[in-house]
């Protein structure tokens, strides 16, 4: 849990990168909210370029490689979304409940990670793990993050 108002401007918080870590796909939440994205610019629903994410600076992740091109898509697919929404919901009086990172996240490393990993990641020499956090602005607000980040394993080369 991160103070948000102890952030400056430009300043993203990064608690999920570590010497390995290669780039991030940040979580827009309101991605798939129809009206909320209006205000979003309809942003995609996870970015590098987004403030929690990460750009990638390793050549085998360049935008149109054919590593990050299929990473995308399935980032982008329908197994990650089946995966958002059957991951258990916060506040479950009204409408079904309310989607939450602190539930979403442990459900994409139990159940998508895993999968893209095998299919495309370790033979290639990477892996994904989704990460969380929450911030608090200077009145209380929560702020929830979310991101996939891809870490090079021991074996993986510098570029390919």
Known sequence: IYNRSSLK???????????????????NGCARAGLCNLFCCFAKMW??????????????WAKGTQLRNSFEDYLHGEE???CLDNAPKQCTLCCGGCPNVT????TLNRDWCPKINEKLLHPAG???RAHHWITYGSK?????????????????????
């Not at 608690?15 to 940040?26: E, L």
């Not at 929560?142 to 390919?160: F, G, L, P």
């Open 47 to 60: 970015s590098t370029s987004s403030c929690d994410g990460m750009s990638f600076q390793d050549p085998a």
């Open 9 to 27: 401007m430009g300043n993203c918080c990064t608690p999920y990168k570590s010497a390995n870590t290669v780039g991030a796909y940040g979580y």
């Open 126 to 128: 990477y892996h994904c």
């Open 140 to 160: 209380g607000e929560r702020y929830e993050h979310m991101v996939i980040a891809v870490d090079k394993t021991n074996n993986a080369q510098s570029s390919m």
């Open 80 to 82: 990650m979304i089946e």
């Open 103 to 106: 539930t979403q996240s442990p």
